[in-house]
């Protein structure tokens, strides 16, 4: 299949080469722009630089892309990506990190178990609120120190998917802020259960929902094509009925 991927500009790079090993190709599609606050990446840098910090969380790879050169050189309190390609990121500019093996930033505070109670969490991201993220760590006995290092900015532009065989939404707001023609023959797919809510409660639940990785939503594309039929798929297969 061609499938149109939403993604911000400069975060598409191995997005070909992943899909043609699940036997596909793909290209991607913007909804969204961004524009980094360099005096708020600034101001970041010299709080990891005194010290003040006791871990950092990177949710997503871009601003990994845009600390990862800025603190390497830095010593680095426990670092922590969201999945394998913000580590990777990280680890591209020099910046060693741990990696979570889920992909979902519920999943943080469980990961750090106990060890977070009293903890300064600093948190570079977009300048989208989280609020059930900063509420999660103030409960667990953290504290937040949340950075929002890049604004996201609708083109307001409609996406060209023409050729596409199906579209896949990469987060709840690129979703939210496409402009496209709906077609009932095209594959609708969510990389994660966090988008694919945002888009049933619009009206228009995904044929095909991932893990919150491209390879786990390519890979039950293929379970969907190779059934055929979506009634014979549930939850379970993250495989949804429309």
């Known amino acids: ?6 993604r911000l500009k400069g975060k598409e790079a191995e997005d070909e080469s992943r899909c043609r090993k699940f036997g596909h190709e793909c290209f991607a599609v913007s ?3 961004y524009e980094v606050h360099q005096d708020r990446v600034a101001a970041f840098v010299r ?41 990777k990121a990280l680890r591209d500019s020099g910046v060693s990190c ?11 505070i469980p990961y750090l178990g106990e060890w977070i109670n ?16 900063i509420s999660a760590i103030i409960e667990a006995g953290g504290i937040p120190y949340e950075i929002r290092c890049y604004s996201l900015i609708p083109t307001e532009e409609e996406l060209d998917i ?4 199906a579209i896949l939404f990469t987060s709840a707001m690129s979703f939210k802020k496409a402009i496209w ?31 919150g990785t491209l390879e786990g939503t390519l890979d039950q594309l293929n379970r969907y094509i190779g059934t055929g039929d979506l009634k014979n798929q549930g939850p379970a297969g993250n495989v949804e009925t429309p």
Do not use: W
């Open 1 to 6: 299949m061609k499938i149109a991927i939403t």
């Open 31 to 33: 909804p969204m722009r």
């Open 47 to 87: 709080t990891v630089e005194r010290g003040e910090l006791d871990c950092l969380f990177f949710t997503s790879a871009l601003p990994a892309m845009v600390f990862g050169p800025l603190i390497r050189e830095i010593t680095l309190p426990r670092t922590i990506a969201i999945g394998p390609q913000t580590a």
């Open 98 to 108: 741990e990696v979570m093996q889920t992909h979902y930033s519920a999943d943080f």
């Open 118 to 133: 009293g903890k300064k969490i600093g948190i570079p991201r977009a300048d989208v609120p989280n609020p059930a993220l």
């Open 162 to 165: 023409n050729g596409a065989d």
């Open 181 to 211: 023609k709906r077609n009932r023959d095209l594959v609708i797919m969510a990389i994660g259960e966090v988008t694919a809510s945002v888009m049933r409660e619009s009206g228009l639940p995904p044929k095909v929902t991932g893990d």
